[in-house]
């Protein structure tokens, strides 16, 4: 049986569940018997049924369990949280043999699930497209393992390298990508828990930071305001989208949270040190709100403190068909190539911090 064909089969069904079920990964999960599918199932939004259940309930003949394959993403969970346990379900229906593309790190499964099934007498496989099964949870496991959300920086460059003009005249994006690329751009916007700016960027731009021009959840805000400078009337403090501002040390907060009770329970200040370490402060705040993955959307000086900390875990980079001939500059960067693509006359280019 070609085991590679049904986890792939499993990935194409996670990535429906991306942006959904956190805090929980988005696992796929598919049944096999004869050589055919009889059920499939991906991770439910949070606190409703995981892929294995999902897949198990859409099986007609559950008699056809009984001499079944199970495939899933990641390992199947042993442990009581919004729902029983997957691999005591597995063993319920007498599925025998079970594969699994990699193992899930969280402590309270950590092989344990595994474990379980093996000593049930079932035939369980490991590893299977395990490089793939790993990149496709790599927020669940890199707050599992470094105790911080999956980072991404994003930025748009022109073909001389500037991120944005020394001066404009209104309030607003000046655009160096084109509509196919922004709207890619929401995409992404949508599958990232939230998304963090810096002050200059609100103050000069004005930006939204939500998902337009498609459907998906609207990411949790992060703004960066260590002096208070950023305007009440500014767009990203309007307390329509969860927004977590982070301010130095000493600032009378009260004195800036709104009145309106609906508002507030929206809009978090919370304190930093910005005298060093601010990556890893801004970083500390995130964990504690239980974020998965941001992207980091600017500005140059933002982009550029977490690549110093070395912070980040990948950077998509796009650059435009337009000259600036002078501006603000890009970030210093310097990392390993991923993939490059075009997307009409813009080039998207992905690096990974290995």
Excluded at 1 to 12: D, G, K, P, S, V
Excluded at 181 to 198: D, F, Y
Excluded at 312 to 332: L, M, S, T
């Amino acid at each position: 049986m070609n085991h590679e064909i049904y986890i792939q089969r499993c990935l194409q069904l996670a990535k429906n569940g991306i942006g959904t079920t956190r805090p929980n990964p988005s696992v796929g999960a598919v049944i096999v018997h004869e050589n055919k599918i009889i059920g499939e199932g991906f991770t439910s939004p949070y606190g409703g049924p995981h892929a294995e259940v999902n897949a198990i309930r859409s099986v007609q003949n559950q008699e056809l369990l009984k001499e079944a394959t199970i495939y899933v993403t990641l390992e199947p969970c042993s442990h009581h949280g919004k729902t029983p346990p997957c691999a005591d379900l597995i063993i319920e229906k007498g599925i025998p043999n079970i594969v699994i593309g990699s193992v899930d790190t969280n402590s309270l499964v950590a092989g344990k699930g595994i474990e379980r099934l093996k000593k049930a007498g079932r035939s369980v496989i490991v590893g299977v497209c395990e490089k793939a099964c790993k990149e496709h949870h790599k927020r669940f496991f890199t707050v599992q393992n470094k105790k911080r959300p999956y980072i991404v920086l994003k930025w748009v460059e022109t073909k001389d390298e500037f991120i944005a003009p020394l001066t404009k005249d209104e309030q607003k994006p000046v655009w160096i990508s084109n509509a196919f690329s922004q709207q890619l751009v929401h995409k992404w916007r949508s599958e990232e828990h939230a998304i963090l700016v810096g002050t200059n960027t609100v103050i000069n731009d004005n930006p939204s930071l939500t998902v337009r021009s498609r459907s998906g959840n609207n990411p949790v805000r992060i703004v960066i305001d260590k002096n208070l400078r950023i305007p009440s009337e500014a767009t990203v403090l309007n307390g329509s989208v969860k927004t977590i501002v982070i301010v130095g040390k000493n600032n009378e907060i009260k004195d800036v949270i709104s009145n309106d009770s609906e508002k507030s329970e929206k809009l978090i200040y919370e304190e930093i040190n910005f005298s060093s370490r601010v990556a890893e402060e801004i970083c500390n705040v995130l964990h504690k709100h239980q974020i998965q993955s941001v992207i980091i959307e600017g500005g140059a000086q933002t982009l550029q403190t977490f690549i110093e900390a070395n912070l980040w875990d990948e950077a998509r980079v796009f650059i435009g068909d337009v000259n600036f001939e002078a501006g603000v500059k890009r970030p210093v960067f310097n990392a390993k190539l991923s993939s490059e693509e075009k997307i009409t006359n813009d080039i998207l280019r992905i690096y990974k911090n290995d």
